[in-house]
Each structure stands twice: as structure tokens, then as C-alpha cells.
């Protein structure tokens, strides 16, 4: 089975940065596409952005485009999102998505990614 383990969250002051990793294991191919979800409080959760197996990437939040960078390490199984310049409206629990497709993008849709980790907390103070 694959499991998925964020990690990196936590405190951050308005304007900072944060690394967070997401770390795969039980991986059965190298075509698995990697995604970051975030849901804020009250809110509805939303894709932020996705790695597709051959290393392209895609942003579904206009609101990170310029400060979220996703990258990944198909050696060490690991996909990390660099978030800079914060804002306190970034605040959320980020999840760690995966699933093998062999499209030529990723899935926009939440509901076919198969594989899921318990996300890390991200909270940015104003």
C-alpha cells in the first residue's frame, strides 16, 4: 500500500517561508503523479499544485502563483512545495496527494487521486 507523510508545517510570521515535504512509500511505478491540497478553516479544500510523473508542473491556485514552488525527488521518493512570502490567508492544513496516471497533465479533479497523507499545519500570523 502507499503511504504518504507530510511534514515542514508549522508558525510562520507574514512574509516567511516554509518547506514542506511530503515523503512516499509503497510506490509501485515511477508514473505517480504528486499533489498539494490545502483546506483552511471553514473552507473547502482546494488543489494548489500538481507534479506530474515526467517532472511537469501545474498550478491550480491563482493565489500562490509566484510564491509556491513544487519540486520533486524521484530518487528519494519525496515531493517538497517551497512556499515564500506567506500571508496569513495561506493558513491551512496541506495534504499530500497521489495517484498513478498516465495522462499527459495531472488530475484536476480531487476525487481521483487515490492515496492521501494526514497533511501538516500551516499557520502564518499576521
Known amino acids: 500500500q502507499v503511504q504518504l507523510v507530510e511534514s515542514g508545517g508549522g508558525l510562520v510570521q507574514a512574509g516567511g517561508s516554509l518547506r514542506l515535504s511530503c515523503t512516499a512509500s509503497g510506490l509501485t511505478s515511477d508514473k505517480y503523479n504528486m499533489a498539494w491540497f490545502r483546506q483552511a478553516p471553514g473552507k473547502e479544500r482546494e488543489g494548489v499544485t500538481c507534479?506530474?510523473?515526467?517532472?511537469?508542473?501545474?498550478n491550480y491556485a491563482d493565489s500562490v502563483k509566484g510564491r509556491f514552488t513544487a519540486s520533486r525527488d524521484n530518487a528519494k521518493n519525496t515531493m517538497y512545495l517551497r512556499m515564500d512570502s506567506l500571508k496569513p490567508e495561506d493558513t491551512a492544513m496541506y495534504y499530500c496527494a497521489a495517484v498513478q496516471w498516465f495522462g499527459s497533465a495531472c488530475p484536476t479533479r480531487e476525487s481521483l487521486y487515490t492515496d492521501w497523507g494526514q497533511g501538516t499545519e500551516v499557520t502564518v500570523s499576521s
Open positions: 507534479i506530474h510523473w515526467t517532472g511537469g508542473t501545474t
